[in-house]
């Protein structure tokens, strides 16, 4: 059997038991030209919150009543198409189910057998691509400057804080807790790191960045935002990633009561949507593959079990008790 | 004498009677290397308002007891500067007052011989540049574009629209009243003009631009902001001018709730501060000076007279009483 976690309700705020209903169905049958995939992990990643309201965005909600969709990797086990093979480790939009039919459009093959197949979810997938676009394109990053970073012990967060050190920027993080600021610190080497959970963070940055900023990875939104935004310096850029403070709060979403700090610091914000670079994944994927084996760049997977355990896993995303990259294994 | 407007107290919210205080000193005199202006117009702009904060921004704030900073224009009448000759036409920061000495820094010749003095506090002075930088640099128009301008009857405004215009967009003006829209489409040529006070602004962005907009110039900040974002095309380009319905209220100022917009639409919001492209102004003013006299830029001016109607004058720009450039006559 086939276990599928279906969208069931739209959520107001946080997601709950009536969101989603988990249904079995057999293992559907292939046709000519597609195949069968085994799921054996799914990602988790914030935007699907945003997925899940019907409101125009940069890509289609997910429908009631359809699978709720996510990134996933897994190995074909049946295949009626030309170019996917038994036994090949493919990753895509297959959803959040144990077996996903696909025709070969938006699934990928990958060569996993230097890395774990988990990074291909991470580090060398969506959210690693994200940090390198967002940080590289958006922020324009340079030598030299100072580079602030929310949800800096998330998937993306701990990869931006990484490649702005390996081009030589000084790197500062803000993640909940110790633990995190910790990992930071001492683990992926950035220069320094805030609690936002113990510290202010409007105070703490302009400690740890006493002459400001030049590039803003947002991830999070909020008093986080306006804090960064008081600490810009001249023509310094925001990268508007992610607002995950708000996701579940949508109907009193804040806007950054500062925001013409822009206009004094001749600044910019810009929002990025990853998919607009797909067509430079490999290139980039490549240099990150190599940072990896060269030991500049780390990641961390937080590895949860059960696909029946999708809704309290998800929840973690917004509490942040997970570090790095949060993944869910359905494989039995 | 020379009537001086002086800085007496830091306004909260609107300034008010206790804000300033009209002195009288005897004409100051020069020394070698000086010249003596006499304002004929001073240049009131809602930036002005700003400039009365105690806190860090793009430009000093006004000190208690100093000369109320401003824009004019006027005549030198006496002088003991080898490059400034009595009967010249200098503008500068010359301040509220009629008389002025100058030692050339920030001062400078203009050649009034083909176009009223007034033009060079408007069109071709500040105002001018602000919108020709702010919609070609930051902006990045483009022919074919969709132009929404707020503060469209505004010295900034009406010369942003007329320029996108000329460019060949499509543009769309957000102004108070009837009277004004009626201008900026009859006597200025936008395609359509919406009355912020008697529209909902949300649904006549909807209606005159169906397509969603490619560049937002904003003067005003606030809902209009908000409007703005909610009808993005993609790469759209907000330029971040002033939040003239924020600077009375800055406690409470508001922040665009839905900026989440600039990531959906990959939009850029940018700010701008006109002194950064001083360099470029002869260009500019060459090029717009050849459009006024073409019969494509035009520009009005609403002048009242007397530097003892300073305050009541300077509350027009934010209640929105005259049409273009605001200016006071303080020669006698």
Redesign the interface.
Known sequence: MNKQLILKQRPKGMPDDHTWILKESPIPEIHEGEFLIQNHYISLDPAMRGWMNDS???IEPVQIGDVMRAGAIGKVIESKHPKFQVGQTVTGWHGVQQYAVSNGENSYPVDDSQVPMTKFLGVLGMPGMTAYFGLMEVGKVQEGDVVVVSGAAGAVGSVVGQIAKIKGCHVVGIAGGKQKCDYLVNTLGFDAAIDYKSQNVFEAIKETCPKGLDVYFDNV?GEIL?AALSRLRRHARIV????IS?YNNLEN?????????????????????VM?YAEKYPQAMQEMAGWMLAGKLQSNESVFEGIENFQETFKRLFTGEKLGKLLLKVID
């Not at 508007?240 to 607002?243: K, R, T």
């Open positions: 125009k965005s940069y939104g306006e508007i990633c992610g607002a708000q979403m804040k806007g950054p009561r500062n925001y013409m700090a822009l206009l004094v610091n001749r600044a910019t914000m810009q929002g990025m949507v607009d």
